[in-house]
């Protein structure tokens, strides 16, 4: 079975600075897709960036980007230039074919102003 | 245009007693998810409709759980003689198909706390 871990319960950056939040997963899998998640307090949960397993580039989409290793199942997400509107929970999740999304336990992301 | 909605947001409901939860997919979409989230914890998938086929119902945690989406648009979820560990938030997700790429487009959730 695959699962996902986030081994950081909790992080915290400045505003303006840049922040990583770690992801792992495991799987015996080749075909698959990996997530990262927002979710506001008591808000919805929100797509922030994706990536195919099969492409090698990482993702980007704006100021978020993704530092995909395959051969370490590590699907890193990094912040550039932090805002407070980033303050959120955040989760790792990954997707097979069946389509059922596999959640980690998620980070807390703390921005300071 | 409109996102997944659910009803109620909130339920209280005493031990023993059933509930349906009610799930208003985004027009269109094939593809439809259940998930609990535990309080500070990851969603954990119920179950999956294509249209109105249950195509994965493992995640279900016991038969006192039914789901069904006889017409391939709405959906509810059904917890029968409710326990206290069924106190969650419970995540209903679309998307226009369910492999792939595809993204999952979640509604606010259906908090339940069971007395």
């Known amino acids: 079975a695959q699962t996902v871990t986030q081994s950081q319960p909790e992080m915290s950056v400045q505003e303006a600075e840049t922040v990583t939040l770690s992801c792992t997963y495991d799987?015996?899998?080749?075909?698959?897709?990996l997530f990262w998640y927002k979710q506001p307090p008591s808000r919805q949960m929100i797509l922030v960036i994706r990536?195919?397993?099969?492409?090698?580039q990482n993702a980007t989409e704006n100021r978020f980007s993704v530092n995909f290793q395959k051969a370490a199942k590590s699907f890193s997400l990094k912040i550039s230039d932090s805002q407070l509107g980033d303050a959120a929970m955040y989760f790792c999740?990954?997707?097979?074919?069946?389509?059922?999304?596999?959640f980690g336990q998620g980070t807390t992301l703390q921005v300071k102003p | 245009g409109a996102g997944v909605s659910q009803s109620p947001r909130y339920k209280v409901a005493k031990r023993g007693q059933d509930v349906a939860l009610r799930c208003d997919p985004i027009?269109?979409?094939?593809?439809l998810f259940w998930y609990q989230q535990a309080l500070g914890q990851g969603p954990e998938f119920l179950t999956y409709?294509?249209?109105?086929?249950?195509?994965?119902k493992s995640g279900l945690p016991s038969d006192r759980f039914f789901a069904e989406r006889p017409e391939g648009s709405v959906s509810t979820l059904k917890i029968q003689r409710t326990q206290q560990e069924d106190s969650a938030v419970y995540l209903c997700?679309?998307?226009?198909?369910?492999?792939?790429?595809?993204?999952?487009?979640f509604g606010p959730g259906t908090r339940l706390t069971v007395t």
């Open positions: 997700a679309s998307s226009l198909e369910g492999g792939g790429l595809y993204e999952q487009y």
């Open positions: 799987t015996s899998e080749s075909d698959y897709y």
């Open positions: 990536q195919e397993a099969y492409k090698q």
């Open positions: 999740a990954y997707k097979s074919n069946t389509g059922k999304l596999i």
């Open positions: 027009s269109g979409h094939v593809s």
């Open positions: 409709f294509q249209n109105e086929a249950q195509l994965d």
